[in-house]
């Protein structure tokens, strides 16, 4: 065993190298049949994901709460510096952020126990039902690794500004948290890998026939050459708009998956810039989705009133994820396409990520001047 390393964060856990030199493993120890080791190691990874993301959303909440309390007591120019518009701005992004991937996080971990006890109502065994209900949500699993680290990474980062110079000194709660946070988009197989993996995935799965991806995709490129739907204002209900904006996003990430799979067939893998674009797309779909489905739901439970602030948060981030869809959308068009077809593209881009226009600075106002009252996260 190797000395334990000096790390940049996380000090409170030892990290140090092991090694096994022919190590005698008793039968009885086996933690499965002979040669089930790899599925096993790969399906405690997406548990692992799954768990990475919520730990990160947990941290998330702490950084803020510091931040929230530390912008009320710190006074520039005779005001508390959590009555400015711009510290604002950074306090409710970072709580619609935390908020949008708990709720992603909750999501996926319920379909994961559904499936779990759908498993085991067919009779299956309890560890074989959660190995088959991991497998089949890996793909949310991924996501949530990548989108709960990349909130805790923006999230402590704001803080340390929130905080100013305060911020920077060791003697603050930011450099801890700021260090610490920094692993999450290492370990559990980097962002990168995981990016990659979501794609690999989805792809993997339409080629088995698990998924129709192609048959959606083809659709859609046949609709960007037609008359654009502008749909009927008689539809009534709770987010007709924004579910036809969601309902869009997707479409948008179909083309560009659609368009990028026939360009390149077998070596899209070579073309992991267009993987990354295409796996934010998705990711920024998965997560609009839930939070508005959970606001839906709140509003169905306690009313609309008492979830107004949610409300506004689903929205806001929703605009967010519109803009992230188009941004990583036009990267991945405009690395691949030419010509009329890169024209079209951008077209059916540009219709498929339409939001009409909403006043986020006073939504954002809102939310941080609620928790700026109660002087933590309240969501
Ligand atoms: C503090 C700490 C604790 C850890 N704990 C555990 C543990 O408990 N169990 C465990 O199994 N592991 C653990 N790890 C290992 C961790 O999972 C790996 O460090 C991590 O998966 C990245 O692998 P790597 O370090 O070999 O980086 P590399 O694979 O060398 O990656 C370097 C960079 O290259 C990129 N890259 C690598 N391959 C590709 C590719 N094919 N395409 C595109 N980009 C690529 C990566 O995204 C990254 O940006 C721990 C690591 C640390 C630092």
Redo the contacts with the bound molecule.
């Keep these: 065993m190797n000395e334990p390393?000096h790390?940049m964060g996380?000090k409170g856990?030892d990290?140090r190298q092991i090694f096994f030199n022919d190590v005698k493993v008793p039968v009885e120890n086996l933690l499965s049949e002979r040669g089930n080791g790899f599925k096993i190691a790969v399906n405690i990874l997406n548990i692992g994901r799954i768990k990475l993301g919520i730990a990160a959303i947990g941290g998330s909440k702490e950084v803020l709460n510091n931040a929230i309390r530390y912008s009320n007591e710190r006074k520039q120019f005779k005001t508390a510096i959590s009555q400015f518009g711009a510290i604002k701005h950074k306090l409710a992004e970072m709580a619609l952020k935390i908020y949008a991937s708990e709720t992603a996080s909750y999501r996926a971990g319920q379909n994961i126990d559904d499936l779990i006890e759908d498993f085991k109502g067919q009779g299956m065994e309890d560890g074989q039902a959660k190995l088959k209900a991991l497998e089949q949500f890996a793909i949310e699993c991924a996501i949530m690794k990548v989108h709960g680290s990349e909130v805790l990474d923006y999230v402590v980062d704001e803080g340390v500004q929130v905080y100013g110079g305060m911020g920077y000194s060791a003697d603050a709660p930011m450099d801890r948290s700021y260090r610490d946070a920094r692993?999450n988009r290492?370990?559990?197989?980097?962002?990168?890998?995981n990016r990659?993996l979501v794609v690999d995935m989805m792809l993997k799965r339409a080629m088995k026939g698990e998924l129709d991806l192609m048959g959606p995709a083809m659709a859609v490129a046949k609709e960007i050459m037609s008359i654009p739907d502008f749909g009927s204002d008689e539809e009534e209900g709770l987010f007709i708009a924004e579910k036809k904006v969601l309902k869009n996003l997707k479409k948008a990430a179909l083309m560009v998956s659609g368009a990028a799979v026939q360009k390149f067939m077998m070596t899209l893998s070579n073309e992991?810039e267009i993987l990354m674009n295409v796996a934010d797309m998705a990711i920024e779909v998965y997560v609009a989705e839930s939070v508005l489905l959970r606001v839906e739901k709140l509003i169905g439970i306690k009313g609309e009133e008492a979830v107004a602030l949610q409300k506004q948060m689903a929205l806001v981030y929703l605009h967010e994820a519109v803009e992230k869809v188009n941004n990583a959308g036009r990267a991945a068009i405009t690395s691949f396409a030419e010509g009329d077809e890169l024209r079209g593209m951008l077209m059916g881009l540009k219709r498929f990520t339409k939001i009409d226009p909403m006043n986020l600075k006073d939504a954002r106002r809102q939310i941080a001047d609620a928790m700026i009252a109660e002087n933590k996260y309240i969501f």
């Design positions: 390393e790390k996380i856990s990290t692993i290492i370990f559990e197989g980097t962002n990168e890998i990659m992991q």
